[in-house]
């Protein structure tokens, strides 16, 4: 078991805790959905209430090491303050940790908060060097991990820092490993698993430990046509991974062994062209026209994968199951998004798209949990030990 922001007294301390302020930002550096804001209030309220001086650090984007303003924390640090109705100190220094960064910790009082410019100005960060987890650990005397979405690199802020003071984790990260955790360690049965999105390559370790665990498998997406090649059909113009066409095969072996209902979609939306408005046509899988390419589920598969979650108990769900970002295509990912949130199973929706589909479409408050990070959620089902939460101290 590992240390919890609760395992410790904040009483006079100065505490560093690693967020996901990597939001979405546009060409003017308005932030275009603070979730990932909100989603650390809970921490970060609990400690300044506990006391503690809170210095917080994350990344945003990949500046790769260098100070680039268009990457700064200034508007987070801004939204930050709104939202805790208090003011952040935004220690605004392109080494992101320097003397006077040093000296402005030492000045702060309990219960103030301040913010350290982007971790990645820093070409350190990304290779985990020793120096600059020093350097950050320096300012306090606790490490919090509340950064899921990074918990899968091991970066000198999220993995480094724990080697010089001890750690914890916050709430938002103990809340992503025992949700997903326990439905991948002692699910409620039938457990269906959909997952879509572009490549069947980015899916492959998923795919693998998922057929150990759970009773059904769907696949939709651009990833689907790689199995239909396996399974010997005419795909057209869709995405193929021609070299991952015997893997398919394998795992479609693989899940009849392991008596894993392994469901591939059974009708297609098909378009001549990649774009939204172009001749556009609904075929049965095994009937695609060889000159066009297919860019969603067709009706009788939406009833079919439906019809699946309706019955499910758990339900993991990790990529769009078609090109959801042009509205022709849309209808299958937006119809998985309402099936699980008419389900009355524990909802699991892995970060990235199929988040943004399920927010997008207002059924956030409807699904058990959506996960902050795609790239660690996906981790976890892969069954890997996430490098960010193995390096806290344990309990
Ligand atoms: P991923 O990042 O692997 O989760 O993939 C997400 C992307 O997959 C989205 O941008 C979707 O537009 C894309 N996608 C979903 N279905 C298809 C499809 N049938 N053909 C091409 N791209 C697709």
């Not at 994350?58 to 303050?81: D, I, M, N, W, Y």
């Not at 992503?176 to 698993?193: D, M, Q």
């Amino acid at each position: 078991m590992k240390k919890t922001v609760k395992d410790y007294n904040y009483d006079g301390k100065t505490v560093i805790v690693r967020c996901d302020f990597n939001v979405p930002m546009d060409e003017n550096q308005n932030i275009t959905d603070d979730i990932r804001i909100k989603s650390s209030l809970q921490t970060i309220n609990y400690l300044l209430d506990e006391g503690a001086r809170v210095v917080l650090m994350s990344h945003l984007g990949r500046p790769k090491g260098e100070a680039k303003p268009e990457f700064s924390l200034a508007p987070v640090a801004k939204r930050l303050s709104e939202l805790l109705n208090k003011p952040v100190k935004f220690l605004d220094d392109d080494m992101v940790v320097s003397e006077d960064v040093k000296s402005e910790v030492k000045d702060m009082k309990a219960g103030e908060v301040a913010l350290l410019q982007n971790t990645r100005y820093r070409k350190e960060e990304e290779k985990n060097e020793e120096n600059f987890a020093k350097d950050l650990s320096s300012l306090a005397d606790i490490y919090i991990n509340d950064a899921f979405g990074t918990s899968h690199r091991a970066h000198a802020s999220n993995v480094g820092v724990s080697s010089f003071i001890p750690s914890g984790l916050g709430f938002l990260v103990e809340k992503e490993v025992e949700i997903i955790g326990k439905a991948l360690e002692n699910p409620k049965r039938p457990f269906v698993a959909i997952l879509g999105g572009a490549k069947v390559s980015d899916k492959i370790g998923v795919i693998e430990n998922l057929l150990n665990i759970v009773d059904t498998i769907i696949i939709g997406g651009g990833m689907a046509y790689t199995f239909f090649k396996a399974k010997g059909y005419e795909i057209g113009t869709s995405l193929l991974e021609e070299d991952k066409v015997d893997l398919a095969k394998t795992l479609i072996e693989k899940a009849k062994d392991k008596n894993v209902d392994f469901l591939l979609p059974q009708d297609i939306v098909v378009a001549k062209e990649f774009k939204n408005d172009t001749e556009i046509q609904t075929v049965d899988a095994d009937k695609m026209p060889s000159d066009m390419m297919g860019l969603d589920i067709g009706p009788k598969t939406i009833d079919l994968f439906s019809e699946k979650i309706k019955i499910a108990e758990t339900v993991i769900w990790n990529g769009p199951v078609g090109v959801f970002e042009m509205e022709n295509f849309a209808k299958g990912t937006n119809s998985i998004a309402k099936a699980l949130a008419d389900s009355k199973a524990i909802t699991i929706v892995g970060g990235g798209d199929s988040a943004s589909a399920v927010e997008k479409a207002g059924f956030a408050d409807a699904i058990t949990h959506i996960s902050t990070g795609g790239g660690a959620s996906l981790e976890l089902m892969e069954g890997k030990i996430l490098p960010g939460i193995a390096a806290v101290t344990e309990k």
